[in-house]
Each structure stands twice: as structure tokens, then as C-alpha cells.
């Protein structure tokens, strides 16, 4: 009998400690910055207050993997939106859960 556990831990995700000034100024140089910087201040601003209520990083870690993705994808939808590409079979997801309620 091994006294090693059978499954294995989960691993969280750990931004270094200047992801969130780098993060910034990322948003800052968008052309989005008018929008995504008060939105990433304020979501950055509530995630820290429930780390300090529930002394976890993991809303401060979430805050950054989000904001992250939407940096990196931001190039793939401004592509798409300038391909004039038809998104009229498009499907709001909002909608579908308002029908199964």
C-alpha cells in the first residue's frame, strides 16, 4: 500500500508579481483602453478586496487569466469583425438560456 495519494494535486495557475503592472499597460497601449482599462481596474479592485476577506489570490489570479485571454484573442475578433465575414446564423447564447428557464 503506497501512502501516495491516487490522484494527482491541481496545479493553480501563479501570474508573476508584475503581471498585473504589465497587464496595464498592455490594456493602456490598446485602442480599447477608454473601456478595458476602468473595466480591469474594477474587476481588479473587487477581486482584491475578497482576497483580503477571504485571504485567497484565487480571484486575483482569475482577474488576470481573464484579462490575459482577452488581450491575446483580441487580434483573432478584430480580424474577424474586419473580414465583413456573415454572423447572421450567430446564436445568443443569453437567449437560449432565457428559453430553457
Known amino acids: 500500500m503506497s501512502a501516495q495519494p491516487d490522484h494527482a494535486p491541481v496545479t493553480h495557475y501563479a501570474p508573476a508579481p508584475g503581471a498585473p ?10 485602442r480599447r483602453a477608454s473601456r478595458w482599462v476602468p473595466a480591469f481596474e474594477h474587476e481588479w479592485a473587487t477581486a482584491l478586496e475578497q482576497s483580503r476577506q477571504t485571504f485567497s489570490l484565487s480571484a486575483l ?3 488576470i487569466q481573464v484579462w490575459q485571454a ?13 473580414s465583413s465575414r456573415d454572423d447572421s446564423d450567430f446564436l445568443d447564447l443569453h437567449e437560449i438560456r432565457r428559453r430553457h428557464r
Not at 21 to 30: I, S
Open 61 to 63: 489570479y482569475e482577474v
Open 70 to 82: 482577452r488581450v491575446a484573442s483580441a487580434p483573432a475578433v478584430d480580424a474577424f469583425l474586419d
Open 21 to 30: 503592472a504589465e497587464l496595464r499597460a498592455q490594456l493602456r497601449a490598446d
